[in-house]
């Protein structure tokens, strides 16, 4: 069975760290590029960074940009998401989730095949 589940969100007061990790159950990770969503109470679900299956490619929203890195370690199955400088604006539910772009070095918001059940971020002091 083909899972994807987030962990590490937590409560961490403005200006903190965190680190999420989405793990891979059911299949190789190399072969999809991962992406990671969120989305506040109130507002819609918006694409914060996806990283393309060869890792080579990034790209992220422009309010994590700077702040919040994507990494891969296709071994341990696990994409991970560093937080850094965090914002209360940054409060959501995180997701992760896991596509097939047509070529090994794009990533993107869209059509994702797989999702994971999120982890809350809660940024507050």
């Known amino acids: 069975q083909l899972q994807l589940v987030e962990s590490g969100g937590g409560l961490v007061q403005p200006g903190g760290s965190l680190r999420l990790s989405c793990a891979a159950s059911?299949?190789?990770?190399?072969?999809?590029?991962i992406s990671w969503f969120r989305q506040a109470p109130g507002k819609e679900r918006e694409g914060v960074s996806c990283i393309s299956s060869s890792g080579g490619s990034t790209n992220y929203a422009d309010s994590v940009r700077g702040r919040f890195t994507i990494s891969r370690d296709n071994a341990k199955k696990t994409v991970y998401l560093q937080m850094d400088s965090l914002e209360p604006e940054d409060t959501a539910v995180y997701y992760c989730?896991?596509?097939?772009?047509?070529?090994?070095?794009?990533?993107?918001?869209?059509?994702?095949?797989?999702w994971g059940k999120g982890t809350l971020v809660t940024v507050s002091s």
């Open positions: 989730a896991a596509d097939t772009p047509p070529a090994p070095y794009i990533c993107w918001f869209n059509g994702m095949d797989y």
């Open positions: 059911g299949f190789t990770l190399d072969s999809y590029a």
